[in-house]
C-alpha cells in the first residue's frame, strides 16, 4: 500500500430528511423527528463517533421547495439555532453553518458566530452564501438581486464581519480583580466602517473567539462566487460530477488564490459525494434500487423542468429531452450544462435525470462496496484535486449509518482519515493556522 497524501478533510451534510430527495418515505427513516434535537443530535454524534471534521447545516429563508413536496434543501434547521443546541450534545466535531451575507447584517452575524466559537470551545464554521434559492419577498424587496449585487454584498460583508472579530486584541481581557479591570479599553478598537452597503462603527461586544475567528467556508461556482471563495475561505464546497469537471474546478480555485495573494495549497476544496455503500457490491445495487423507488416521477418531473428552465411536461419518461430545448444564453447555469450533456451526450432518458437529479443534484454519486467507493474518493484525493469530501447521506438513517460505519472505517484503515481528533479546535484540526488579530 502506497503512503497517502495527507489525510482527507471529512465533513457531513446535515440533510436530516436524507440527501435524496423522498428518501424520508423510507420506512425506517426518522421523518416524524424533522425539526426536533433527537435527530440531529443522534446524527452528529454518530458522525462524531466516526471521527469527521464537522458536520454541516445549508440554508435557505424561504418557503421555498417545501411546498413542492421537496423539504432536501430548507431551511428546516435554521443553523445558528441548530448548532447552538449541537454544542451541548457533541464534544469534538466541528459546526459549520450557512448563512446568508444577503438576507442579515454583518454585525448581528458576527457575534453570533463570535458566541457560538466561544461556547463550543472554537468548534464553529461559517459556510457564506448569498442565498442561491431566493427569499427576498421575505426581506422586504421587490426582486432578487443580481448574483454580481449578492456577491459584492457578501464581499463586504465579510471585510466587514473580519474587521469586527479582529476590533479586540487576543489579550484584551484583563480579569484583574485587584485592579478591577476586566478588559484593557486601549485594546477595543472601533473600526469605523464606511462602505457601499454597510456603516458599521464597532467594536464587536464580545472578545475574539477561540479560533480567531470562525473557520470560513464557501461554496460558489460562478466567477464572482469562485473570486470570493479564492480570496476569502478556509475551505470550498462544490459539486462536480466527474473527475474532468473537478480538475477544472480545482485549477480554478488554486489560480484565483494566487491571484488574491494567498497559498493556493492553503485552500482546503471538498467535493460532495453522495456514497450508496453495501456490504458488497450487489447490496449496494440493491440499497440503491430500493431508495430510487421512494422518487416521487410526477414531482421529480417538475423539479427537473425548474431546476434545468426546460419545459418537459409532454415528453415520455423512457425518451430523452430534444437537443432544440436546450437554447444556449448567458443566463445559463452550471447545472443547466451538466443537464444539457446527461441528456445529449449520455443519451439519459427523462426517467434516467429525475432519478439522477433526485439522487445526487449535481454532486458525485458512487454505488458499491465500501471497497469500491473508498477507491474512488482515494483516486481523487491522490490526483491532489480534492482535499477531502462532505458526505451527502443518501438517507437518515440507514444510507448515513452505512457511510460512517462501513465507509469510514476503511478509510482510517488505509490511513486516509484521522482515527482521533488531534488539536484544540475546528481549524487546528482541519489544519488552517489561527489568525493572526489585525
Ligand atoms: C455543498 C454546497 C452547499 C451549499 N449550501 C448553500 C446554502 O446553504 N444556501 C445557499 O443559499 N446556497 C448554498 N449553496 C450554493 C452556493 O453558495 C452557490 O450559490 C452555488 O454553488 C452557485 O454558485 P454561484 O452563486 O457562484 O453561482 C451550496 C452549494 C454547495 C455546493
Redesign the pocket.
Known amino acids: 500500500m502506497s503512503t497517502p497524501r495527507g489525510q482527507m478533510v471529512l465533513t457531513m451534510?446535515m440533510l436530516s430528511s436524507g440527501f435524496q430527495m423522498d428518501s424520508w418515505r423510507d420506512p425506517r427513516s426518522r421523518s416524524e423527528e424533522i425539526g426536533e434535537l433527537s435527530l440531529i443530535a443522534d446524527m452528529a454524534t454518530a458522525a462524531e463517533r466516526a471521527k469527521l471534521h464537522a458536520v454541516?447545516?445549508?440554508?435557505?429563508v424561504d418557503v421555498g421547495t417545501i411546498r413542492d413536496n421537496n423539504i432536501r434543501?430548507t431551511?428546516l434547521y435554521e443553523?445558528i439555532s441548530s448548532m447552538g443546541a449541537l454544542i451541548g450534545a457533541t464534544d469534538k466535531i466541528g459546526l459549520v453553518g450557512?448563512v446568508?451575507t444577503t438576507f442579515s447584517e454583518p454585525y448581528n452575524v458576527a457575534r453570533q458566530l463570535t458566541g457560538l466559537d466561544r461556547l463550543s470551545g472554537g468548534r464553529v464554521g461559517w459556510?457564506?452564501?448569498?442565498?442561491?434559492?431566493g427569499g427576498y419577498q421575505n426581506f422586504g424587496q421587490s426582486e432578487m438581486p443580481s448574483?454580481e449585487a449578492?456577491?459584492r454584498r457578501a464581499q463586504e460583508f465579510v471585510d466587514v464581519a473580519l474587521k469586527l472579530w479582529d476590533s479586540w486584541s487576543d489579550d484584551a481581557v484583563l480579569n484583574d480583580r485587584v485592579s478591577g479591570q476586566w478588559a484593557d479599553i486601549s485594546k477595543i478598537r472601533d473600526i469605523d466602517y464606511e462602505g457601499e452597503h454597510f456603516s458599521v462603527k464597532g467594536a464587536l461586544n464580545m472578545p475574539r473567539s477561540p479560533q480567531g475567528h470562525p473557520v470560513l467556508f464557501?461554496?460558489?461556482?460562478?466567477?464572482?462566487?469562485?473570486q470570493?471563495g479564492a480570496s476569502v475561505a478556509d475551505a470550498i464546497?462544490?459539486?462536480q460530477p466527474d473527475l474532468e469537471s473537478m480538475r477544472v474546478f480545482s485549477d480554478r480555485v488554486r489560480a484565483q488564490a494566487v491571484t488574491s495573494g494567498r497559498d493556493p495549497g492553503s485552500i482546503k476544496i471538498?467535493?460532495?459525494v453522495v456514497p450508496i455503500v453495501g456490504r458488497t457490491a450487489r447490496e449496494a445495487e440493491e440499497l440503491s434500487q430500493e431508495l430510487e423507488s421512494f422518487i416521487d416521477l410526477v414531482a421529480g418531473r417538475r423539479r427537473l423542468s425548474f431546476a434545468a428552465g426546460i419545459s418537459i411536461d409532454d415528453l415520455d419518461l423512457e425518451e430523452s429531452i430534444p437537443a432544440e430545448r436546450f437554447v444556449e444564453g448567458p443566463q445559463n447555469?452550471?447545472r443547466w450544462h451538466s443537464f444539457r450533456r446527461m441528456a445529449l451526450e449520455e443519451g439519459l432518458t427523462v426517467r434516467q435525470m429525475i432519478v439522477a437529479f433526485a439522487r445526487a443534484g449535481?454532486?458525485r454519486i458512487l454505488i458499491g462496496s465500501a471497497e469500491d467507493v473508498a477507491r474512488d474518493m482515494i483516486d481523487w484525493f491522490d490526483r491532489g484535486v480534492c482535499d477531502g469530501f462532505?458526505l451527502?447521506p443518501p438517507s437518515i438513517p440507514d444510507g448515513m449509518n452505512r457511510m460512517l460505519e462501513l465507509l469510514v472505517p476503511l478509510l482510517q484503515e488505509r490511513g486516509y482519515f484521522q482515527t482521533d481528533y488531534t488539536g484544540d479546535t475546528l481549524r487546528e484540526r482541519m489544519g488552517f493556522a489561527r489568525p493572526a488579530g489585525r
Open positions: 451534510f454541516f447545516f445549508g440554508d435557505g434543501n431551511g443553523p450557512s446568508s459556510n457564506i452564501v448569498t442565498s442561491l434559492f448574483p449578492r456577491y464557501q461554496a460558489g461556482q460562478s466567477p464572482a462566487g469562485l470570493l464546497y462544490t459539486a471538498l467535493p460532495g447555469s452550471s449535481g454532486h462532505n451527502d
